[in-house]
T-cell receptor, first 112, second 113 residues
Framework: DPKIIQKPKYLVAVTGSEKILICEQY?????MYWYRQSAKKPLEFMFS???????DNQTASSRFQPQSSKKNHLDLQITALKPDDSATYFC???????????FGPGTRLTVL | GQQVKQSSPSLTVQEGGISILNCDYE??????FAWYKKYPDNSPTLLIS?????DKREDGRLTVFLNKSGKHFSLHITASQPEDTAVYLC????????????FGTGTTVSVSP
């Protein structure tokens, strides 16, 4: 059974719309993260949460808002979508105070 | 500038040989160093990692070496096999950085029979 679930696997959106990317982990971890990989760019850290509280935010734009409704959920809401937001978004998790992070399968977002 | 650099975009090794992958970093605050393996259209898989108080760690065919004074770490893969063909990503992080991992651009390893 997959331990980190991301939904949907593929997502196509129009410019200006809003989407929510879902992440659930069943590893019993207490820290969760979002990363993004755009074409030809390295994997880029976006957010980290520990015990449902924001630890770090390295996303310049407020259009990206993480949402943690349960301790094993960390969704990512993206508003006013732009074509530059097209990327694969990966969720990851770890067990504090350990550092090892495990990645979900990703959501590939295409903004037209 | 990029904080974590993999200067070799690709590497070819013969089956049974040793792959050596290198990674340089800039931030003195990094205290965690990891290597991930990634197939196209898949997510990164953690291979091996070390904290800054260790300069070498072995796990089967994998060995990671850390040189803190040189701000450099490497991954050695012995007895390379065709299934080792993939992209290898190095990553580093700092405890104070909210566990953000900073990734390199990757080295594509091709194992030839």
């Amino acid at each position: 059974d997959p331990k980190i679930i991301q939904k949907p696997k593929y997502l196509v959106a129009v410019t200006g719309s809003e989407k929510i990317l879902i992440c659930e982990q069943y590893l019993g971890h207490n820290a969760m993260y979002w990363y993004r990989q755009s074409a030809k760019k390295p994997l880029e850290f976006m957010f980290s949460y520990s015990y449902q509280k924001l630890m770090d935010n390295q996303t310049a734009s407020s259009r990206f808002q993480p949402q943690s409704s349960k301790k094993n959920h960390l969704d990512l809401q993206i508003t006013a979508l732009k074509p530059d937001d097209s990327a694969t978004y990966f969720c990851a998790s770890s067990q504090e105070p350990l550092y090892e992070q495990y990645f979900g399968p990703g959501t590939r977002l295409t903004v037209l | 500038g990029q904080q974590v650099k993999q200067s070799s975009p690709s590497l070819t090794v013969q089956e049974g040989g040793i792959s050596i992958l290198n990674c340089d970093y800039e931030n003195d605050m990094f205290d965690y160093f990891a290597w991930y393996k990634k197939y196209p259209d898949n997510s990164p898989t953690l291979l091996i990692s070390v904290r800054s108080n260790v300069d070498k760690r072995e796990d089967g065919r994998l060995t990671v070496f850390l040189n803190k004074s040189g701000k450099h770490f490497s991954l050695h893969i012995t007895a390379s096999q065709p299934e080792d063909t993939a992209v290898y990503l190095c990553a580093a992080g700092a405890y104070q950085g909210g566990r953000a991992l900073i990734f390199g651009t990757g080295t594509t390893v091709s194992v030839s029979p």
